[in-house]
């Protein structure tokens, strides 16, 4: 995937100071680059003799196809003075992207009693001019560039509108139908597409194995190194070699049939049929794959590959995903619960060194392929994006890791604020028994980013929607 594009048009209005706008241009821009994210600015340099948009409707025209042209993932209009808001509100409609509004506090009148910029007076303007033009957007609180409730509302919306780029472009690689008995992996995927745009990209078991026995025939470099990562990562003592060359090979042909789909996830019916067809279970190499950034999902769970992609963009892809069975909740802690699954959890996660890999442990003929071991704990975010009768929601809650007994399978127990309040929500519904989660708190930007997905509501159980909001003007978590 291509490096993230933000349009950067900074505005004024021709009232004001030109000389103080200029200078907010490139303050606001040196500041945008010390935050060190991993995307590109896409400037106004060169359209017009000071990079700024201001009210002149024919170099308007040209900022638009500029920002189409370079195929920018989002907007920036930072209001250097007033502003042009009709400007504004003409270029956020046509590019039809995410976008930030925001302007640096003004400074104290002039001795003369002159006002340099009114910023803030601008973005009342351009915020209700935005609304006109049926331009959902973005707002942080009029601050100072050097102030921390800039860059934590600028860092939250690149990733929200991150998010927003993958969910747009989806295409789920969907690999077997859901189980026969598994109902609540039911989806409705016409649905999908016509809401959403998400495309299901559906083969069968039998074309993953004749993949997989195709890539198993031959030393290819993909093989090799998939089965030279197997070997130093995990202790595979149990299952021996000819299970790691399979395993590897069903890893190999899944990634590559993603590549060919341009599938960014991946939905595998591994209950059971594929340990018949194959000898073995996919667990690994779901792991494996998810560690790469191609998150793939259990029991043909579309709506789970669906949060995968949404929480991984979320961490700009700088994290791994884990997808998990909500199983028991905990012995002792009253608030804890137990997330698992056989043995899909990325082995970057895993606590132990070389975790073991191993025959499956609930079927009576024992197919290998299952990673096992506890992955670690600490602050993350757990999330489920989930429908039913037309209507869309994602889940939202923290949780951080705690103690508890062994299990066998991939697993971690973690404490919540208040469990019976998030199981009635979870059975009530529209929710199923798995979730996604990450070792980030980025709630914030999944919240943000349902700004800019019609039909998609955000449904945090903690921190609650009023929290959110405030931790977004420059509060803390209480």
Same mark, same amino acid.
């Given at each position: 995937m291509r490096t993230f594009k933000l349009g950067y048009a900074p505005t004024r209005r021709f009232v004001f100071s030109a000389e103080d706008a200029f200078k907010y241009k490139v303050l606001i821009r040196q500041k945008m680059e010390s935050f060190g994210l991993p995307i590109e600015i896409v400037d106004l340099e060169g359209l017009n003799k000071e990079g700024l948009l201001y009210d002149d409707l024919y170099n308007a025209e040209e900022i638009i196809k500029h920002f189409q042209h370079q195929e920018v993932d989002a907007v920036f209009f930072p209001h250097c003075n007033f502003g042009t808001e009709d400007m504004v509100g003409r270029v956020a409609k046509a590019i039809g992207k995410p976008v930030l509004l925001w302007g640096p506090r003004d400074e104290a009148p002039l001795e003369d009693g002159m006002r340099l910029r009114d910023t803030q007076c601008g973005l009342f303007a351009t915020g209700k001019i935005l609304r006109r033009f049926n331009v959902p957007f973005t707002y942080i609180t009029n601050?100072?560039?050097?102030?921390?409730? /800039?860059?934590?509302?600028?860092?939250?919306?690149?990733?929200?509108?991150?998010?927003?780029?993958?969910?747009?472009?989806?295409?789920?690689?969907?690999?077997?139908?859901?189980?026969?008995?598994?109902?609540?992996?039911?989806?409705?995927?016409?649905?999908?597409?016509?809401?959403?745009?998400?495309?299901?990209?559906?083969?069968?078991?039998?074309?993953?194995?004749?993949?997989?026995?195709?890539?198993?025939?031959?030393?290819?470099?993909?093989?090799?190194?998939?089965?030279?990562?197997?070997?130093?990562?995990?202790?595979?003592?149990?299952?021996?070699?000819?299970?790691?060359?399979?395993?590897?090979?069903?890893?190999?042909?899944?990634?590559?049939?993603?590549?060919?789909?341009?599938?960014?996830?991946?939905?595998?019916?591994?209950?059971?049929?594929?340990?018949?067809?194959?000898?073995?279970?996919?667990?690994?190499?779901?792991?494996?794959?998810?560690?790469?950034?191609?998150?793939?999902?259990?029991?043909?769970?579309?709506?789970?590959?669906?949060?995968?992609?949404?929480?991984?963009?979320?961490?700009?892809?700088a994290a791994p995903t884990f997808f998990a069975d909500?199983?028991?909740?905990?012995?002792?802690?009253?608030?804890?619960?137990?997330?698992?699954?056989?043995?899909? /959890?990325?082995?970057?996660?895993?606590?132990?060194?070389?975790?073991?890999?191993?025959?499956?442990?609930? /079927?009576?003929?024992?197919?290998?392929?299952?990673?096992?071991?506890?992955?670690?704990?600490?602050?993350?975010?757990?999330?489920?994006?989930d429908g039913d009768h037309g209507e869309y929601s994602i889940f939202l809650g923290k949780a951080k890791g705690i103690e508890g007994p062994y299990t066998r399978g991939s697993y971690v127990w973690v404490e919540v604020n208040d469990w019976p309040l998030w199981e009635e929500k979870l059975v009530k519904g529209p929710y199923v028994h798995h979730a996604v989660g990450i070792h980030q708190d980025v709630i914030p930007v999944l919240f943000e980013a349902c700004t800019y997905i019609p039909g998609l509501i955000a449904d945090p159980v903690d921190p609650t929607v009023s929290e959110i909001q405030s931790w977004l003007r420059g509060n803390e978590w209480k």
């Open positions: 601050s100072r560039v050097d102030d921390p409730v /800039f860059e934590r509302g600028f860092r939250n919306f690149v990733a929200a509108a991150n998010v927003v780029r993958h969910f747009r472009s989806m295409r789920i690689l969907q690999i077997g139908p859901r189980p026969t008995s598994f109902w609540t992996m039911m989806c409705n995927e016409g649905e999908l597409l016509e809401r959403f745009g998400i495309e299901i990209y559906p083969i069968t078991l039998e074309d993953i194995k004749r993949a997989s026995l195709k890539a198993a025939a031959k030393d290819s470099p993909e093989l090799l190194e998939a089965i030279q990562y197997i070997k130093e990562k995990l202790d595979y003592t149990e299952v021996g070699e000819e299970a790691v060359r399979k395993i590897a090979a069903l890893k190999v042909a899944m990634k590559n049939y993603a590549i060919q789909s341009n599938s960014t996830a991946i939905a595998i019916q591994c209950w059971s049929s594929l340990q018949d067809a194959m000898g073995i279970m996919p667990c690994l190499a779901n792991a494996i794959l998810t560690d790469e950034q191609i998150p793939v999902t259990c029991e043909t769970d579309i709506h789970g590959a669906i949060t995968s992609i949404m929480v991984q963009a979320a961490s700009m892809n909500l199983t028991i909740r905990h012995p002792e802690n009253p608030n804890g619960e137990l997330l698992f699954h056989c043995g899909n /959890f990325p082995v970057s996660l895993s606590v132990e060194e070389k975790p073991k890999l191993r025959k499956h442990f609930l /079927f009576d003929d024992h197919s290998p392929g299952t990673h096992e071991g506890e992955i670690k704990g600490g602050a993350m975010t757990l999330a489920r994006f």
